[in-house]
């Protein structure tokens, strides 16, 4: 009797190790994807704040310009072109849908012969101008634009429009910094702390997922997200996390240059559904039977440890589910069913 119980608390203490071991592991994976996001988040921050800055600038050297120059030039205009020259920057500051640079080059050429029609002097970069400050026409400024300070009226009405237009430019970047900052921490917490079953929704996981690979998603490649079901679901999301980064960065390097990224949710009673595919070369006929062994990896050296399916695996089984691959050339789709647990949401 005793030296079974000195077995069995042998074994147990196996256990406890392995599951240490496991855990470490886990985190170790887990670690080495984030180091290799961490390149393209500083990049995706130093975007947005570079934004901000350019705009901070911009918006100094045109408030100073209102301040010190608007009231002396507003002082020298008749009520007509008063009138005018208000009506343009209020044209100018208002939000319009942006156009594509085929449709800048047909406004620009539509400007300008209606200003040369009107024998406005430079017609060509006054058109420039008004494309710059967003208007589409030049409408009842015909009048402005012909005058012997056309030039300074035109520029003081460019700087104006500029201070609406820098302050959305600084909101749309702060905006799209805070989205990272909170992708980050949604990445390193998920949900509840310590390893344990917290609810949440799969979609909003595989978005964070996606919003830090965002600057590595080529120009060429289209993601494609079909969320049916928001996925919400009670596990261990900082290490479901893990699965979704594995299985994005695989199918981003599979893909290359150009092609498709899907990622889809859905819930199909028992399970809840998550797909991700790529429409790379496909995995080997071949070569499918091994992709969950532990180190085997069909990468260059450098490129991976062989552990990412490994792990992926291990982490959706703890969670009792399952996870399947369909490959062929132009298509391949990794598919965690994970148990539904959680009632949809209305």
């Known amino acids: 009797m005793q030296a079974r119980a000195k077995a069995i608390g042998a074994l147990s203490e196996k256990n406890h190790q392995l599951g240490v071991s496991q855990a470490a592991l886990i985190q170790s994976e887990k670690m080495a994807a984030l180091g290799q996001l961490v390149a393209g988040v500083a990049h995706e921050l130093n975007t947005p704040l570079g934004a901000i800055r350019a705009s901070v600038s911009n918006l ?31 044209l100018a500051g208002e939000p319009a849908a942006p156009l594509s640079s085929r449709e800048q080059r047909a406004v620009r050429r539509t400007i ?110 289209e993601v494609v997200r079909e969320y049916t079901d928001p996925g919400d679901f009670a596990g261990r999301h900082e290490e479901l996390n893990q699965v979704w980064t594995n299985l994005v960065h695989n199918a981003l390097q599979a893909i290359g240059e150009n092609g498709t990224l899907s990622v889809s949710v859905a819930r199909e009673a028992p399970w809840v559904k998550v797909s991700i595919g790529d429409s ?47 490959s062929r050339p132009g298509r391949t789709v990794f598919t965690v069913s994970l148990p539904s647990n959680v009632e949809a949401s209305a």
């Open 280 to 326: 790379g070369e496909g995995i080997p006929e071949e070569i499918v039977p091994r992709i969950f062994e532990p180190f085997y990896t069909t990468k260059a050296a450098g490129e991976g440890t062989g552990l990412g399916l490994s792990i992926s695996r291990d982490i959706v089984l703890s969670h009792g589910g399952r996870i399947d691959v369909e």
């Open 60 to 90: 100094s050297a045109a408030v100073q310009h209102a301040l010190f120059e608007m009231p002396r030039l507003l002082g020298t205009l008749a009520d007509g072109d008063r009138d005018r020259f208000l009506s343009l920057v209020r």
């Open 112 to 221: 300008r012969r209606a200003l040369e029609e009107m024998e406005v002097a430079d017609a060509a970069d006054v058109a420039d101008s008004l494309v710059d400050m967003g208007l589409t026409e030049v409408g009842e400024q015909g009048p402005l634009l012909r005058g012997a300070n056309a030039a300074t009226l035109l520029h003081s009405a460019y700087n104006l429009s500029a201070l609406r237009r820098n302050a959305v430019n600084i909101d749309v970047a702060a905006e799209r910094a805070a989205k990272i900052v909170f992708a980050l921490k949604s990445y390193a917490h998920p949900g509840a702390a310590g390893g344990h079953a917290s609810a949440g929704a799969l979609s909003d996981s595989l978005d964070t997922v996606l919003t830090l690979y965002h600057n590595l998603i080529k120009r060429g490649v």
